[in-house]
């Protein structure tokens, strides 16, 4: 049974009458806890703990409850433009959405993004440093982000790095290696290091890894290289965050902070006890900025498998000037797509092969099939990871030579095709 239930005032109070977003301390099965009250039904009490785990219990079941204040929503800001002055190293700091700058939704229980830098002066240990040009674009999750969007992210950097020393920009981990993809084949050339920060926990939860990664990546922005990157926890605990090189990163769990490997290598930066490590083979900042950004978005990404039929693959490759197959093993379709493959080079559009396996590439002179395929006219794309392969078509199509485009795609433009792979990067 519910007992001694009082407010922050020490009133009593009744459980029907707590409002949703209320903090209050409880005890359950004999533990003491804190958390917010997120819904109640039939006689259940969903409540997010400060651990950011949801814990639906019924009502009978807990007691001692002590509300502690009502948790404001969190509202967008109106400043979406705005110099945060604090040190001398100025960073131009782009906010887009994703995790790193969601809240809890104390009304749903749901993330959803924000657009509130306020957090930064409270949580961001090395913030004193930095100088920030702050641009919030609408927030968005990072599965709603488009084409157009990297164009709108990539013309905003450009227009910042002509004032300050580095960017970061703030995405959602879900489509963020899509996104550095883009705006590493976009810049040509970068006067200031381009760094992708995000998190796998919100803000306001205080397991989130969301403030060493924003403390790293300012650090890194702020530093002597001329590439775009992700700046991620390198492990699960909160002493490293990895730079993994833009076109070549992949996230590789839905949910832990160490989510992002660099596929085939290791990571071109390193942040660690207050420190910034880059790689030797990292580009070298530019005297300007040079940006091509226009994108061709008529490109199919097709993952072979046994059920794919010829039908499902002509409808799918309609109309694309471009079509990267994610082949299997080292570069491999059924004989039943080879018709419509034939179609579609003859009618002077592209096929491109890579590879399902995450490492490794693809060798189309072993095995007959592949063979048959390179006859076809199918070009391959070594160990060039598939979305990273689909992006740069969309790019060199829609800004070099249409007799140029299998030479250019061979060509290594970003660090997107690996000389020397590794399985594993070193921890």
Known sequence: MVTANYNEKGEHFHLNKLETGTLMDFTYKGAKMKGVLVSRSEGNLNIKLLSGYNLLVPVNSISDIKAVETIAQHEGTEEKNLILEQGPKKVAFIGTGGT??????????AVKPVLNPGFLRESVSNLSKFT?????????????????????????????????????????????????????????????????????????????DAFLNLEAGLEFASSNFGEVGIAMHQNTSDNAVALHRGVRARK????????????????????????VTISPDARALSDETVLLDKLETSVALVYFHPGLTAD???????????TVIMGTGLGHTGTRLYSVIKGIVERGD?????????????????????????????????????????IKAMHVLANYPEEEFSKIMHSNLRGEIVDREFLWEAK
């Open 100 to 109: 790193i700058a969601s809240r809890v939704d104390y009304i749903t229980g």
């Open 132 to 208: 920030l040009d702050i641009s919030l674009l609408e927030a968005v999750l990072s599965e709603n982000i488009t084409p157009e969007d990297w164009i709108l992210f990539a013309r905003t950097v450009k227009d910042k790095l002509s004032k300050n020393q580095g960017a970061v920009i703030l995405h959602g981990t879900d489509t963020m290696s899509y996104t550095a993809s883009a705006l590493s084949f976009m810049f040509q050339s970068l006067s200031g290091p381009l760094v992708l920060i995000g998190s796998q926990r919100s803000s306001d939860r205080p397991s989130s």
């Open 252 to 275: 590789m769990h839905s949910s832990r902070r160490d989510a992002f490997r660099t596929i085939g290598g290791h990571p071109m930066g390193k942040y660690e006890n207050g420190s």
């Open 312 to 322: 499902d693959f002509a409808a799918i490759t309609e109309r694309k000037r471009a």
């Open 350 to 390: 592209h096929v491109l092969m890579t590879t399902q396996c995450l490492f490794g590439g693809v060798n189309m002179n072993v095995y007959s099939t592949g063979r048959e395929l390179l006859k076809l006219g199918v070009t391959p794309l070594s160990n060039m990871l598939p979305e990273v392969a689909m």
